[in-house]
């Protein structure tokens, strides 16, 4: 336990009325529009919260304290990817200090660029396992003996069965693949667009995978969700494209904000 993420656990439980807090939604910028599910919001600056990033990429970046269909919920707008700053262990202090508090799920979500015909622009796509060829593990240099973590079922099956039970009463589809990271933030090439295939994947992003491997170091079930906008580069004519106000990014997120409510309800 870090004296951080110890301080910034005790500030979010200093500002909560809403009760036990079960779940936790992580927003990246251009996903911050789910962040309107938040009902009697108490919103805690990431300035506020030791440990909690403090960067360009977060300019913005806060705590929501809120509920979601009367379900007390935290939404953390705001994630550090890999290519802001050089550092893929950004999200540390944030994943350790929801460890702290208790929290039985966190839902990461994404944008991603599919490399699999069935999953086409807008869809949905919940991670069932990913590929890191990186190397850049946030886990390097962490200090403590739980570093060596076995990562079979990083995205918990339970919550993958809450998922598809949440999208179905929701009336959203959700498919589910693997998911390939690359740091980002130019685009992959058709050439690796075609080893992703090759390797089995299904998705291609920059976010996730690092949170999925603190939860996973610091015991908190993980599920991750992404909303695929684009085909990868040289498949299915695909051109992938940094701006998501396009109809296909605009469809899923709001099929997202859907499925985001019917998850929190069902516990």
């Not at 999953?119 to 003996?145: C, Y």
């Not at 051109?239 to 997120?253: H, I, N, Y």
Request: hydrophobic letters at 45%; glycine letters at 10%; one cysteine or more.
């Amino acid at each position: 336990m870090t004296s951080t993420a110890k301080d910034a656990a005790e500030i979010i439980k200093s500002r909560n009325s809403h009760g036990f807090i079960e779940a936790a939604v992580i927003l990246g910028r251009n996903l911050y529009s789910v962040a309107d599910l938040a009902e009697n919001a108490v919103s805690v600056p990431y300035a506020d919260l030791p440990g909690f990033p403090r960067t360009e990429a977060t300019p913005d970046g806060q705590l929501l304290i809120c509920t979601i269909e009367g379900i007390p919920t935290l939404i953390l707008k705001g994630r550090v990817n890999f290519h802001e700053t050089g550092d893929p262990s950004q999200m540390a202090a944030p994943i350790e200090t929801l460890s702290l508090l208790g929290v039985r799920s966190i839902l990461s979500t994404t944008f991603a660029s599919s490399v699999n015909a069935n999953l086409v622009p807008s869809s949905l796509v919940a991670i069932t396992d990913h590929i890191d060829l990186k190397g850049l593990n946030p886990l390097i240099g962490a200090l403590g003996e739980n570093n060596f973590i076995n990562m079979n079922d990083a995205y918990d099956k339970r919550l993958l069965r809450r998922l598809g039970v949440s999208a179905a009463a929701a009336g959203v589809s959700v498919r589910e693949g693997v998911f390939i990271w690359f740091s980002g933030p130019s685009f992959e090439t058709p050439a690796e667009v075609k080893m992703a295939r090759l390797l089995g994947a299904d998705l291609l992003g920059v976010s996730v995978v690092p949170e999925a491997i603190l939860a996973r170091r610091f015991g908190v079930p993980f599920a991750g969700v992404a909303v695929v906008t684009d085909f990868g580069a040289g498949f299915s004519g695909g051109a992938p494209s940094g701006d998501f106000t396009r109809g296909p990014a605009v469809a899923g997120l709001m099929a997202l904000k859907r499925l985001v409510r019917g998850y929190v309800k069902s516990r």
